[in-house]
């Protein structure tokens, strides 16, 4: 899988996308590793490695041209994520959903079909959150986060994997339209250090996604 990259490196071996982030290559057999370092990802201190050096933010691992697990390490509650990707080919345009998961039968970081995750005994009511976007433009159509789970890093989580599955795949650059909620807009504005010039301005406000919320993602 070939990644290009949008500016030079400010480390050897390392590539820059299109946010500024870093990402540093690594074979290991048919396993290729990304690491992504970034000053606006950076993991607080309980998340960082023994060594005391910079720490991924992003730990990606592909086989082949297969995206085989993306860990997020943006705190602890975003590090126990899993991820389910549902394509809908049918879907005009196409589009494609990361379906977050945290129930402990795959490890952290783990990318499974929706073939393999009916295998699992876990159930679309146990989600953490769910992220959709069209792959041929990088358009973000919406994101979700369960009521629950919301101000624990679930929406930037959310982001991040779907961002750097894009990136890894080669397509275009993510960026969001103007139509949202108004849950989406705030979402947005916590979200401007990194995300800062790939939003389109709010031009329609979409109705809450979860029945009974006044703000919703």
Same mark, same amino acid.
């Given at each position: 899988?070939?990644?290009?990259?949008?500016?030079?490196?400010?480390?050897?071996?390392?590539?820059?996308?299109?946010?500024?982030?870093?990402?540093?290559?690594?074979?290991?057999?048919?396993?290729?590793?990304?690491?992504?370092?970034?000053?606006?990802?950076?993991?607080?201190?309980?998340?960082?490695?023994?060594?005391?050096?910079?720490?991924?933010?992003?730990?990606?691992?592909?086989?082949?041209?297969?995206?085989?697990?993306?860990?997020?390490?943006?705190?602890?509650?975003?590090?126990?994520?899993?991820?389910?990707?549902?394509?809908?080919?049918?879907?005009?345009?196409?589009?494609?959903?990361?379906?977050?998961?945290?129930?402990? =039968?795959?490890? &952290?970081?783990?990318?499974?079909?929706? %073939?393999?995750?009916?295998?699992? /005994?876990?159930? $679309? #009511?146990?989600?953490?959150?769910?992220?959709?976007?069209?792959?041929?433009?990088?358009?973000?159509?919406?994101?979700?986060?369960?009521?629950?789970?919301?101000?624990?890093? =679930?929406?930037? &989580?959310?982001?991040?994997?779907?961002? %750097?599955?894009?990136?890894?795949? /080669?397509?275009? $650059? #993510?960026?969001?339209?103007?139509?949202?909620?108004?849950?989406?807009?705030?979402?947005?504005?916590?979200?401007?250090?990194?995300?800062?010039?790939?939003?389109?301005?709010?031009?329609?406000? &979409?109705?809450?996604?979860?029945?009974?919320?006044?703000?919703?993602?």
């Amino acid at each position: 899988m070939t990644r290009p990259s949008a500016g030079e490196p400010s480390v050897p071996g390392r590539l820059v996308d299109e946010i500024g982030a870093e990402w540093q290559r690594s074979v290991d057999g048919d396993v290729t590793r990304w690491r992504g370092y970034s000053s606006l990802w950076d993991p607080p201190e309980a998340m960082r490695d023994s060594g005391g050096g910079p720490t991924a933010a992003v730990v990606a691992e592909v086989v082949g041209e297969r995206v085989r697990s993306i860990l997020i390490r943006w705190n602890e509650r975003t590090a126990k994520l899993w991820w389910v990707e549902v394509p809908e080919t049918a879907a005009q345009p196409p589009a494609l959903n990361f379906v977050a998961y945290d129930v402990p =039968v795959l490890a &952290a970081g783990s990318i499974i079909d929706d %073939t393999a995750f009916g295998s699992l /005994g876990v159930t $679309a #009511q146990e989600q953490v959150g769910a992220y959709r976007w069209w792959p041929s433009t990088g358009e973000v159509h919406q994101m979700y986060v369960a009521p629950a789970e919301r101000r624990h890093g =679930v929406g930037i &989580a959310l982001g991040m994997v779907a961002w %750097t599955y894009a990136w890894l795949r /080669g397509w275009p $650059a #993510q960026f969001t339209g103007s139509y949202r909620t108004a849950q989406g807009e705030a979402f947005l504005e916590t979200a401007k250090p990194w995300w800062s010039g790939r939003t389109n301005p709010l031009t329609h406000l &979409a109705p809450p996604m979860t029945p009974g919320d006044r703000l919703s993602p």
